[in-house]
T-cell receptor, first 111, second 112 residues
Framework: QKEVEQNSGPLSVPEGAIASLNCTYSDRGSQSFFWYRQYSGKSPELIMS????GDKEDGRFTAQLNKASQYVSLLIRDSQPSDSATYLC???????????FGAGTRLFVKA | EAQVTQNPRYLITVTGKKLTVTCSQN?????MSWYRQDPGLGLRQIYYSMNVEVTDKGDVPEGYKVSRKEKRNFPLILESPSPNQTSLYFC???????????FGQGTRLTVV
């Protein structure tokens, strides 16, 4: 069974700090990696996509991918209370159509 | 406005009574998929479709059917619902090869 693992949290950080969210995956053939944010009772929203090793930055968000270690992370700089949500890591393998989600990490940003 | 529309938003039904949850997108996306979300288990893919008349099983297809007769619509059918199908369901769509960027509002299904 191909898996995507995340720490369920909650991860609690003070406002203005860097929040670091981590994800590991089991399928070495995975090609595409995504981070979603989901507020309670709402639909997931796509935050970042990353396809190659290294860092990808978009505003306050940075995704990091290390395929050798089968590890992908999301850094949120200058965390705000509005960032409090569940963050879902998702992975697509070769063939590119079947998406596997992690169970999500709950983030709480304290004002 | 670009959107994925699911109906109904809430549904309570009895075991064995066939039901359909509709999903429609207005972005001409090739790719559509269905997920269920349960506490502690995250989103699990039920079925996906790469284009009209092309569908394939995700990780948890048992007890579900889908069809893709038109590009915009991707209904989820439960022929004989059971209580273990009580869940929150999401439909999603995207262009071919891209991540699922558009999710519907969700359908909360309870089977008693």
């Amino acid at each position: 069974q191909k898996e995507v693992e995340q720490n369920s949290g909650p991860l609690s950080v003070p406002e203005g700090a860097i929040a670091s969210l981590n994800c590991t995956y089991s399928d070495r053939g995975s090609q595409s990696f995504f981070w979603y944010r989901q507020y309670s009772g709402k639909s997931p929203e796509l935050i970042m996509s990353i396809y190659s090793n290294g860092d990808k930055e978009d505003g306050r968000f940075t995704a990091q991918l290390n395929k050798a270690s089968q590890y992908v992370s999301l850094l949120i700089r200058d965390s705000q209370p509005s960032d409090s949500a569940t963050y879902l890591c998702a992975v697509r393998g070769t063939g590119g159509f079947k998406t596997i989600f992690g169970a999500g990490t709950r983030l709480f940003v304290k004002a | 406005e670009a959107q994925v529309t699911q109906n109904p938003r809430y549904l309570i039904t009895v075991t064995g009574k066939k039901l359909t949850v509709t999903c429609s997108q207005n972005m001409n996306h090739e790719y559509m998929s269905w997920y269920r979300q349960d506490p502690g288990l995250g989103l699990r893919q039920i079925y996906y479709s790469m284009n009209v008349e092309v569908t394939d099983k995700g990780d948890v297809p048992e007890g579900y059917k889908v069809s893709r007769k038109e590009k915009r619509n991707f209904p989820l059918i439960l022929e004989s619902p059971s209580p273990n199908q009580t869940s929150l369901y999401f439909c999603a769509s995207s262009r071919k090869g891209e991540s699922e960027a558009f999710f519907g509002q969700g359908t909360r299904l309870t089977v008693v």
